[in-house]
């Protein structure tokens, strides 16, 4: 009698199961995006995962169409080239808390100064495919909505205060806020605004609250702070500034503009630097057209579009296509079909591939160089300032972009380093041991990571000295001079006025 009581008790258990089972698939059709994404979190918590939003109703007039949902991607270290893991990279998306080197250092060291160079933070594409519907992006910053942040309702409040600050050229015309409901092209959107909270809230933790670089009698003096001109630079700058110095008197901030995206400033006279920027631009070109694989992706994307292939080429599909990537969003779709995962995963493969050929081939190398001596001969000059006694520009912000970033990485010797992605951070600390006046040491961050001993100049520094810290004086030779040494020339100058002949 008994087992048969427990018998029936599990066949009852069995029936319920089985009830809920059809019932939360059925529920399933009809949740939130968002909620299914929470929900698939909970069941697969050890692994942060992405998902493309199914295609809901009608698109472009047609009907709905059965779109596949991208299984959850985890976000460890693939053993090979996985273009969905490097694409969630440089999405940036927050979420995850960061792993940060920046301010470590032996406890006898005292920071002197810092200076970080920047990429905006997540922006609404600069291309449209052609015949397309543009990504539905809001770029209203509304703290109820993901990603937010603590401090963003108090960031909004106080960049309508800003009156009494100083901006050089067309920065004080610009929005300090991205404020259209569709979002206009290369606008900041408000998870760029998030990405540079959150920058400004690490490099707070680290630099003023244990090192206290800057007191609370901070002056103008202190502070440098360039960007770009561009709405989408800006913004970052000062989302980032005001996490770091909650909200700083307006009157003591002073926005020096760059008009150049390399930084050159009174130096961008350089024609080798062209030439070299030419070439490598011919070397992409010439190794895209040998890639047959995509190649028949731009065809087969271009039918689906309905245009030449040349046209959707020139269009930069990757660039919307990635907008897509990172805001759940689904990819467009015409008449002729859906531009799908498969066309993203080749044309993000062949950026991966071309990338490792840029820096096989050297041309973008010998075009780093000379395209980031200007900038990085004003960081080194600071730090010598510095070192020397000098307490100005104690900390220095550059907002800037990815084609400021990257070619920063190459010059560096930054073998490994990624792409930049979406608010991307560059540091440099400076160090000194007040035990012994004349001895002071730089620190090279990249997004966190103490990449100092990848560069070039110091590379070698870790094996031939017993304290693993790099001379201030290794990284102002090697800007002054070495730089120079791999263009067979001996000054900025010359470099990039030398004959090709």
């Known amino acids: 009698m008994l087992l048969r009581n427990r018998f029936l008790l599990l066949l009852a258990l069995a029936g319920l199961l089985a009830f809920l089972s059809l019932s939360l698939q059925f529920f399933s059709r009809w949740l939130p995006v968002s909620l299914q994404l929470k929900t698939e979190m909970q069941v697969f918590p050890e692994f942060p995962v992405r998902l493309i939003q199914v295609g809901q109703g009608r698109e472009e007039g047609l009907g709905a169409k059965n779109r596949k949902r991208i299984m959850p991607e985890p976000l460890t270290e693939p053993p ?15 979420g995850a808390k960061e792993r940060s080197m920046e301010g470590h250092a032996p406890p006898n060291l005292k920071l002197l100064s810092v200076q970080v160079i920047i990429r905006h933070g997540d922006r609404y594409p600069l291309y449209t495919i052609p015949k397309t519907k543009r990504p539905d992006i809001d770029c209203v910053l509304e703290p109820g909505r993901k990603p937010s942040h603590p401090h963003l309702t108090d960031f909004i409040s106080h960049m309508s205060k800003g009156v009494d600050t100083q901006m050089d050229g067309t920065l004080g015309s610009l929005p300090r806020l991205p404020n259209h409901i569709l979002c206009e092209m290369g606008e900041l959107t408000q998870t760029g605004v998030v990405q540079h909270l959150r920058n400004g809230q690490l490099l707070k933790e680290i630099y003023l609250k244990k090192h206290r670089l800057l007191t609370s009698a901070w002056t103008a003096k202190h502070l440098y702070f360039e960007s770009t001109g561009k709405s989408r630079t800006l913004q970052s700058g000062l989302a980032l500034l005001y996490s770091l110095l909650p909200n700083f008197d307006w009157k003591k901030i002073n926005v020096k503009h760059q008009w150049s995206t390399i930084f050159c400033s009174n130096h961008c006279d350089c024609p080798m630097r062209n030439h070299y920027l030419e070439e490598e631009q011919r070397r992409q070109y010439n190794f895209r057209v040998k890639n047959s694989l995509l190649e028949k992706t731009y065809i087969n994307m271009a039918k689906i579009v309905g245009i030449p292939t ?29 531009i799908d995962l498969e066309h993203f995963k080749v044309i993000k493969t062949h950026q991966l591939e071309d990338e490792k050929e840029r820096y096989e081939k050297q041309l973008y190398f010998k075009y780093a160089l000379m395209a980031t001596h200007p900038l990085l001969n004003q960081t080194a000059n600071r730090m010598l300032r510095i070192a020397e006694g000098k307490k100005d520009e104690l900390f220095a912000l550059y907002s800037a972009h990815d084609v400021t970033l990257s070619p920063i990485l190459s010059a560096l010797g930054l073998r490994e380093a990624r792409f930049p992605r979406f608010a991307a951070r560059l540091v440099f600390e400076l160090w000194h041991d007040p035990e012994k006046a004349n001895n002071h040491y730089v620190r090279v961050l990249y997004n966190g990571e103490d990449v100092t001993f990848q560069t070039s100049f110091c590379r070698d520094q870790l094996r031939s000295s017993k304290r693993p810290l790099c001379p201030l004086k290794k990284f102002s030779t090697f800007v002054q001079k070495d730089m120079f040494s791999s263009l067979n020339s001996t000054s900025y100058y010359d470099a990039c006025h030398q004959r090709l002949f």
């Open 80 to 94: 090979a080239l996985n273009p969905l893991y490097e694409a969630n990279l440089y999405c940036n998306t927050p």
């Open 310 to 338: 040349r046209q959707l080429r020139a269009s930069n599909p990757i660039d919307s296509l990635l907008c897509n990537f990172c805001h759940n969003a689904t990819f467009p779709c015409t008449k002729n079909g859906c």
